[in-house]
């Protein structure tokens, strides 16, 4: 009986060591001993980390471009308010109607705002024709300074308005009609990508293109 007491007292000391063991016990059966961290561990730290810096540096990137577009913004009117007078008294005496003219566009995320410009056309230019596309020497052009208001870009002075107004972005892609953009999506692969950044009021089309170059 004896011996079978001490048999059944060293299994129970044994199974006991061998639970501490299983849960991370330490005891002096159980040296410690440093574990290296799991591979999948790492890779979700490191994932974990990445996404950190790549949002951090889109909010600056942002914080700053948002801070240019407003020192732009404000830049612009104010050196540019001479010719923003003169076009203005331009267009009273060769057409009837308002200086400004205000479309509604497509911006980031499709989101629709209104988009400033000098008038360049007559007050019926789309009466009965709806969207049309821009073509060179247009008819519909108020006489004299029509033409050439768009060829200079003169017309977009006033969308230095939606850059302070944070519609548009000093550089970008061109904001187009709700109507182009919904035929251009069936037409151009991935054209949905330009909606993904502000638009501008500067860009490769601007730069490179006439009003009566199409896509």
């Excluded at 629709?112 to 008819?139: C, H, P, Q």
């Excluded at 972005?169 to 502000?198: A, D, H, M, N």
Aim: charged share 25%; aromatic share 10%; with cysteine.
């Amino acid at each position: 009986l004896a011996a079978l007491s001490v048999v059944d007292t060293a299994v129970d000391r044994s199974a006991a060591i061998s639970f501490q063991d299983d849960i991370g016990v330490q005891t002096a059966s159980s040296p410690n001993k440093s574990r290296a961290p799991e591979p999948s561990t790492m890779a979700l730290f490191f994932t974990g980390f990445c996404t950190m810096v790549v949002s951090f540096v889109r909010k600056t990137y942002a914080a700053i471009k948002r801070a240019l577009d407003i020192c732009a913004g404000i830049a612009g009117l104010i050196l540019l308010s001479p010719l923003f007078l003169l076009v203005t008294i331009l267009i009273k005496i060769f057409s009837p109607g308002p200086v400004f003219y205000s479309q509604v566009r497509v911006g980031k995320e499709g989101q629709l705002f209104r988009m400033y410009k000098f008038r360049s056309m007559r007050t019926d230019a789309e009466n009965g024709i709806g969207a049309v596309w821009a073509k060179e020497r247009d008819d519909r052009v108020i006489p004299y300074i029509g033409n050439l208001m768009r060829k200079a870009h003169i017309d977009e002075i006033p969308q230095f308005i939606n850059i302070l107004k944070g519609n548009m972005s000093l550089i970008g892609p061109r904001p187009e009609r709700p109507e182009f953009v919904e035929k251009f999506k069936t037409q151009i692969p991935e054209y949905e990508k330009r909606l993904q950044v502000k638009p501008g009021l500067t860009g490769l089309a601007q730069v490179w293109h006439r009003y009566d170059r199409n896509l």
